[in-house]
């Protein structure tokens, strides 16, 4: 909650509607930011993907001019999270859109790693099988000698994997960044050579949220 800024709470606080990710965690969200209204005052729509009926129930509220808010799990809406297709029906529907400012792995990550944060490409996550993933790295590699910043993530559990597949494929002067558990108590953002991360403790990494970066 220490991450959210108070300009941001206090929008949270005037609305009563939502749309989420996911509902229950997005109760316990609203309700430990000390939202006035109890929570069986709100309404919340979860944005379910084998379920389209929440876009009824968002249109409805657009259709309306009822304000609402989108709130996702652990990220920033619309940026490598759900949220942007809500925000396309807004402009679709001729309804205003205020984005707000609340933290964000990617650019928290670009930001600590010392990289070009003029020319940057989110690639999201990558292949997960070896024979597809290093051609994959290569071609960030190759796009990153350019000076555009090359930003990817891997899930927590699969880190080792990646650690390793990027030091076995890339050569030993690429440098990387790895942003570890950002903001979180074991918070480790290092940006070194590829030569440099083969000695790195890798085990360390396992299970923690990262963002990796490729960058000149």
């Known amino acids: 909650m220490e991450d959210i800024p108070y300009s941001t709470l206090n929008v949270l606080h005037t609305l009563q509607h ?7 965690t997005a109760r316990h969200f609203i309700k430990k930011s000390n939202h006035p209204l109890s929570i069986s005052d709100l309404f919340i729509e979860e944005m379910n993907e084998r379920d389209d009926a929440w876009k009824s129930a968002v249109s409805g509220w657009m259709k309306q001019n009822i304000s609402f808010g ?28 205020f984005p707000l400012t609340g933290p964000s792995s990617i650019l928290l990550a670009l930001m600590g790693s010392g990289f070009n944060g003029q020319s940057f490409i989110f690639h999201g996550y990558l292949p997960n099988k070896k024979d597809e993933l290093f051609p994959a790295l290569k071609r960030l590699e190759k796009q990153m000698l350019t000076g555009t910043s090359q930003i990817f993530m891997e899930a927590p559990y699969r880190n080792i994997f ?14 990387l960044c790895v942003a570890c558990d950002i903001h979180g108590s074991s ?8 030569k440099k991360w083969k000695e790195e403790d890798l085990p360390y990494y396992h299970k923690k949220p990262c963002i990796y970066i490729l960058g000149k």
């Open 18 to 24: 939502f749309v989420v990710e996911r509902a229950k």
């Open 70 to 97: 989108i709130i996702s799990e652990a990220g920033c809406p619309g940026i490598a999270d759900p949220g942007a297709e809500v925000v396309a029906i807004a402009h679709q529907q001729n309804t205003p859109v």
């Open 162 to 175: 990646m650690l390793e597949s990027l030091t076995s494929c890339l050569p030993d002067h690429t440098k």
């Open 187 to 194: 918070q480790r953002i290092k940006t070194m050579t590829i």
